[in-house]
């Protein structure tokens, strides 16, 4: 209803695009996974939000050493229980309609980074899960893209979930509320992961042996911290193909 009433211009910047067609339903998803999972404790953070994971994953590559290692997100949501874990972030690449194609890319690789570093997480957070498990939870329009892990590979594997075509005219209200929900609820939760874990804990509670083979070690992508003073310059030229806005990373 907002965003079909408003008397602001919804092309004047990214903060209006995302107060209008964005924060309003992650706010919502957040407190749906508050109310039905309680043990998540689900927190919504919107605005140059830092990606507290990035962070620690940076800062075990030697070629970041003397990086201050931030990753600032238009948005990002966190599970703050027992694990802390960020689950989703969002890269809003301009304001309603832009076609700045530099830039829709820089943040598309950045996002991507960002996933992998929120998957690497994951990984470490829930180490003794099973991988089936772990392989199976990961312009106009706003994108949802997941990034998936494949052990074959073993390789990362990035599915465009969903899409989203934003029609602000009131006169599409009818049409436009429905879609907006479908597309904002297609979130999964983590508690399979949590249980696997668990349970492996408990029934190995006497075994002193650490496994080989955990999440931890079969999960280890490359992760960089991309800047848009030195990457952006040529970034399109690599893609993606699809004209979008934001990038949205479970």
Known sequence: YN????TVDVKDGEATF???????FLEAVTTWLKESQDWCKAGFRPG???LIVMGKQLKSIPLYKEDNHSYLADEIIKLYGPENIEVLLLETSGCFGSNDKPKISFDHHKGLF???AMLKSIADEFPMATVGTFQRSLGENVYLWSLRFEPKGPMFELWLEDMLYIKPDIDDKLDALPRFLKFFWGYEDFVQLK???TEHLINNRFNSVTPSDSLSTIVNPTILKLLKEDDKAGMHILGHSIVTLPLLNI
Do not use: W
């Open 195 to 197: 249980k696997e874990h």
């Open 114 to 116: 960002g996933a992998l």
């Open 18 to 24: 995302n107060s209008l067609f964005i924060y309003l």
């Open 48 to 50: 140059e939000a830092q």
């Open 3 to 6: 965003f079909h009433t408003t």
